[in-house]
């Protein structure tokens, strides 16, 4: 394994914050995940960073050399990134919106409204399933904005510096087909699918993690998970194959029922981020209005959810 810059800012998250269990919740990363990096990163380096104990953990002297020269790096990438950002965008004036994503419905929400209040040359797009990636373009001004998305209150993977606002939050809803047994419920309870098979769109968020934790608070594991594209999830929903898991924004599709799932164990935050010293900075409230304009017309073009928003006042909405 390579080093990376991410590597260096995990090093000094756990160190500065005493434990693998306090740096977790600063890295938006479940501890199991993190303790699983960790192990890569001292494989690579060739021997133990901190000594494991019953308050948390200390630098070996491995440790103190990595995170001497982590403290110096850092910063110096991160300046790197800025005077990049500046150099590449300078001299800039006329609006302009590079927009990142990845999958779901709400970029293109966003570039209908930008080209209709703009124009359509102004926008363009790029779509990846990495939000490291993403973030990586943003922050060396190859992006002007992206949208991802982060489960429940995480924040987003590889944010790269970025400044993020929230867009909106939705319940995570079942795909099923529609002659499942519980197709007709108003609500499923996560533990009546125990026995069944899932399947998931891939990304580097901590999805996988949320939803394996939703899972074992129902008293289950999942049996088996298919990952795979959207359309693909949505297939096997609806030949029965497997059950999918989809934002509660999903138009209506035929041959599948969208169930809420009780009790909301999974959420899905909708995130807008851009460089704070970019030239796009400037739009950036702008993009950040249109975007939840764009999510709010998508709330509303899904009746299944709206009836549901109806038993759960205020939920979804961006502060």
Request: aromatic share 6%; net charge neutral.
């Amino acid at each position: 394994m390579d080093m990376e810059l991410r590597h260096l800012r995990t090093i000094r998250a756990i160190a500065d914050a005493g434990s693998l269990t306090r740096a977790s919740a600063v890295l938006g990363l479940a501890q199991p995940a993190l303790s699983t990096q960790l192990k890569r990163i001292e494989k690579a380096l060739g021997g133990a960073l901190f000594e494991r104990g019953r308050d948390g953990v200390t630098l070996t002297p491995l440790g103190e050399l990595v995170l001497d020269r982590a403290r110096v790096l850092l910063p110096a990438a991160r300046e790197l990134q800025e005077e990049a950002v500046r150099f590449a965008n300078r001299g800039e004036v006329a609006p302009k919106f590079r927009l990142g994503g990845t999958h779901g419905p709400l970029l293109g929400g966003l570039v209908d409204r930008l080209a209709e209040e703009h124009s359509a040359d102004a926008v363009t797009t790029h779509m990846s399933w990495s939000n490291r990636e993403l973030a990586a373009m943003v922050a060396t001004g190859r992006l002007d904005f992206l949208l991802v998305g982060a489960c429940g209150e995480s924040r987003p993977a590889h944010d790269g510096g970025l400044a993020w606002r929230e867009v909106g939050t939705d319940p995570v809803f079942l795909m099923l087909a529609h002659d499942h047994a519980l197709a007709g419920e108003p609500e499923v309870d996560l533990a009546a699918l125990a026995g069944e098979t899932w399947a998931v769109v891939p990304g580097e968020g901590c999805f996988g993690d949320c939803f394996s934790t939703a899972c074992a608070r129902a008293g289950f594991a999942p049996k088996a998970i298919y990952e795979t594209d959207v359309a693909s999830c949505v297939y096997l929903a609806q030949v029965g194959r497997a059950v999918g898991l989809c934002r509660a924004t999903m138009p209506p599709t035929p041959g599948i029922a969208r169930i809420p799932l009780a009790g909301v164990p999974l959420s899905w935050r909708h995130l807008i981020g851009w460089h704070p010293h970019a030239p796009a900075a400037r739009t950036a409230a702008l993009v950040t209005a249109q975007a939840r304009a764009a999510h709010a017309a998508a709330v509303r073009d899904a009746p299944r959810y709206t009836d549901w928003l109806a038993r759960h006042d205020g939920y979804g909405t961006a502060n």
